[in-house]
């Protein structure tokens, strides 16, 4: 069995727990005042089948939940806040259904209302454990998120340092190491093209002025010496400005 499998279990079994504790405390409440010994019956019934059921749902969802941390009863940060909870709350739970089912026949209402602050104080760390299981999940989306970014940034930089490499071996001897142009070509750092612009003129050249590259650099180089020239030229905003003014007639490949 994967680690997706248990991720699966776990997330559909800690609702079973969170909501039939909840239901089980509500339909024993209800039953209480009434007169009709039938529909009482009834409802402490359902809320002991609900609460039994709720209990079976934490089995799984502890059971999951160990096998996911390696057997870690506690662990840190916001994991170790939930499982302060989790434990209190499956304990007491569980005690207090096998309680009710030992003494079924001979639950009296004083029982019955021990049993009831009981179960409303499980609920109410089910509920705990619930809220501090989503915030580990937020922080887990915004660790992914990051690391996307990371990768992002990673990917960025290793396109404009390839990009840099084909403009010091195709460009450099004419428009200068750092792209700010020579007497022969013009300052690249400040031109702002789109970048069709750009592929047209490396592929195409300039007549009279700029050697085509058609043969030379394929598509990818292409892509990635426009990457490298992004990064010379952004606007304020951090995004490459897209103003493209006329050159002169580029070459017909």
């Not at 499982?83 to 309680?99: D, G, I, N, T």
């Not at 915004?142 to 010091?168: I, K």
């Amino acid at each position: 069995m994967n680690a997706m499998f248990w991720q699966r279990l776990h997330g559909g079994s800690t609702h079973f727990p969170i909501v039939l504790l909840l239901a089980s405390v509500a339909f024993d409440f209800m039953a209480r005042p009434l007169r009709d010994l039938s529909l009482r019956r009834g409802l402490h019934a359902a809320g002991l089948g609900s609460a039994i059921v709720g209990v079976l749902g934490g089995c799984g969802a502890v059971v999951s939940g160990l096998v996911m941390t390696g057997g870690h009863i506690l662990g840190d940060g916001q994991e170790k806040m939930h499982h302060l909870f989790v434990w209190p709350a499956f304990s007491l739970a569980f005690a207090l259904v096998a309680w009710r089912l030992s003494r079924r026949e001979k639950f009296s209402p004083r029982y019955l209302g021990l049993y009831l602050a009981g179960m409303s104080t499980a609920s109410a760390l089910v509920m705990g454990a619930g809220y501090w299981g989503g915030e580990m999940l937020l922080g887990a989306e915004t660790e992914t998120d990051s690391a996307s970014a990371l990768d992002s940034a990673v990917d960025e930089n290793a396109l404009v340092s390839r990009g840099h490499e084909l403009f010091l071996m195709n460009c450099a001897h004419c428009h200068g190491g750092d792209a700010r142009g020579t007497a022969e070509a013009p300052n690249l750092a400040t031109r702002h093209r789109s970048d069709a612009r750009i592929a047209s003129v490396v592929k195409n050249g300039i007549k009279g002025q700029m050697p085509r590259f058609n043969q030379k650099l394929h598509d990818e180089d292409v892509r990635v010496l426009i990457h490298f020239l992004r990064s010379l030229n952004r606007g304020p905003s951090g995004s490459p400005q897209e103003r493209d003014a006329p050159d002169e007639e580029t070459q017909r490949s």
